[in-house]
C-alpha cells in the first residue's frame, strides 16, 4: 500500500527509548518487590499491608481533589470566555496534570512510586517538572520540520466500494476576508 511518504532502503534503527523502557519497568518491579520484601521482613506484612493500603487512600484522595479544581478551572475559563475575556494562561507546574500524576504512582501498589507520588505532590518539585517539561515540548517543536506534523491532520482516505483506500490529501480553497457568520467572535482554547 502505498502512503505518499518516501520510505527509505536502510531499516530503520530501534530508538533507544523502545529498547531501554521494558528494561527500566522490568528493574522497576524487581526493586518494588525486593523492597516489599524487606520492609516486611523488618516491620512485619501487616504494615507493608496499612502502607500499601494507605497510599492507595492518599492516591484516590489526590485524584479526586486535583479533579475537582480541574473542573473549576475549566467552568472559570468557560465563565471568562462567555464575558468576553481572555482567559489567564496557567504557569508551568500550576496545572493539575502532574498532582494526577503523583495520585496514580500513590495508587500504584509499591514503595518506590509512593515515595515518587509524593515527591511530585511538592510545589518546588512539580514546578521544577513543569519547566523541564515545556522546555523540552518547546525544543522538540523547534526541531520538527516545517509542514510535517501539520500535514497529518490533512492527509485523508478516501474508500471505494470495492475496498481500495486510495490517499488523498485536503485541500482548502482561502476564505473570504471578513466575518462570514455567528461563529467568527472570539473563541475560548480548548485547554487552559
Partial sequence: MTTGVPTSTAPRRRSPARTFLPLA???WLILEIWLLSLV???AGGLAVAALL???MVLGVVVIKRAGRRAFKNLAETFQQAQQGQQPTPQQPGQGNGLTMLAGLLLIMPGLLSDLAG???LLPPVRAWIGRRAARS???KMASVPAGSFGDAFQQ????HPDGKVVQGEVIREGRPDGPQGPDTG???PLAP
Avoid at 485523508?156 to 474508500?159: Q, T
Fill in 156 to 159: 485523508a482516505r478516501i474508500r
Fill in 40 to 42: 516486611a521482613g523488618v
Fill in 118 to 120: 509524593l515527591l511530585c
Fill in 137 to 139: 515540548l518547546e525544543r
Fill in 186 to 188: 472570539y473563541r475560548p
Fill in 25 to 27: 519497568v522490568a528493574a
Fill in 53 to 55: 493500603a494507605g497510599g
